[in-house]
Nanobody, 133 residues
Framework: QLQVAESGGGFVQPGGSLRLSCTAS????????FGWFRQVPGKEREEGEE???????????LYADSVKGRFTIGRDDAENSVYVTMNSLKPEDTAVYYC???????????????????????WGQGTLVTVSE
């Protein structure tokens, strides 16, 4: 069974950092695009913002304007996981963060592989990130 699971959420003060991990089971990372999405209170997960994504080849990435320069997505093939490092966190980054994967073979770049959100097939349960004083 193909699954992904997030870890690493928590409470952090503004300006702090967190690293979220998404571990895949039942499949390896190659040929799967992975995205990180966030859901704020009052909105459905499907209305969430895609904050970062990495292509199936692992060679290209995509970031929302709201997190560019602060978030970095990457792969750890040895751990079969995808991570997002979040720096300079702001209160508006508070959300439930979801990892999702979709089959994306070949060299399709992230800007094509990572959208639309509806094509992501495998979703984790989410991990809460709270940024507050």
């Amino acid at each position: 069974q193909l699954q992904v699971a997030e870890s690493g959420g928590g409470f952090v003060q503004p300006g702090g950092s967190l690293r979220l991990s998404c571990t895949a089971s039942g499949f390896t990372l190659d040929n799967y695009a992975f995205g990180w999405f966030r859901q704020v209170p009052g909105k459905e997960r499907e209305e969430g913002e895609e904050v970062a994504c990495i292509s199936g080849s692992g060679l290209t990435t995509l970031y929302a304007d709201s997190v560019k320069g602060r978030f970095t997505i990457g792969r750890d093939d040895a751990e079969n996981s995808v991570y997002v490092t979040m720096n300079s966190l702001k209160p508006e980054d508070t959300a439930v963060y979801y990892c999702a994967a979709k089959y994306s073979p070949g060299s399709l770049r992230a800007e094509y592989a990572c959208r639309p959100q509806s094509q992501f097939e495998y979703w984790g349960q989410g991990t809460l990130v709270t940024v507050s004083e």
